[in-house]
């Protein structure tokens, strides 16, 4: 685990905050640039659309779980059991899936719990209804 190495993470706190800003159109650019002249990393993997955390299981998983979760509740069913949750109430069946597991394991400790790990609405391009990144207007080419 190299970020959590203390000099690793020294050595990049003294790095220029200028350089470290996203201006050059791909992220984590510092740390692809780094393997770069060495090609120890194929260069296809190394320049490939950064995944967000959110999705980072892929896709086709994101995709299968939504799936799934609109084959386990009716719309009438979800109206009828999204209401039984008065903080950070579901809004999609998919919501409602990973609320009921919460709940499951976590009984009544949703307060712990701040809005579903939503991006911040208050953030141009943010305000979205999906936990997903790749809804997001500057996600890139991954969410395609």
């Not at 959590?4 to 050059?24: A, P, T």
């Not at 260069?43 to 995944?51: S, V």
């Not at 949703?110 to 990144?133: L, T, Y």
Request: with cysteine; proline share 4%; charged share 30%.
């Amino acid at each position: 685990m190299p970020f959590g190495d203390l000099d690793f993470v020294s050595y990049c706190m003294k790095i220029d905050l200028e350089k470290k800003m996203n201006r050059y159109g791909i992220g984590k650019y510092l740390l692809r640039a780094a393997f770069e002249e060495d090609k120890l990393i194929p260069w296809d993997i190394l320049m490939r659309e950064k995944a967000a955390f959110s999705d980072a299981v892929g896709h086709s998983l994101v995709n299968d779980l939504i799936e799934y979760a609109g084959s386990l509740y009716s719309d009438e069913e979800f109206e009828a059991r999204k209401q039984r949750f008065v903080h950070a109430q579901p809004f999609t069946k998919e919501s409602l899936l990973y609320r009921e597991i919460f709940e499951k394991y976590y009984p009544g400790q949703s307060e712990m719990v701040a809005d579903f790990w939503m991006p911040n609405r208050e953030w141009e391009g943010c305000d979205v209804n999906d936990p997903s990144a790749r809804v997001l207007s500057n996600y890139g080419a991954s969410g395609e």
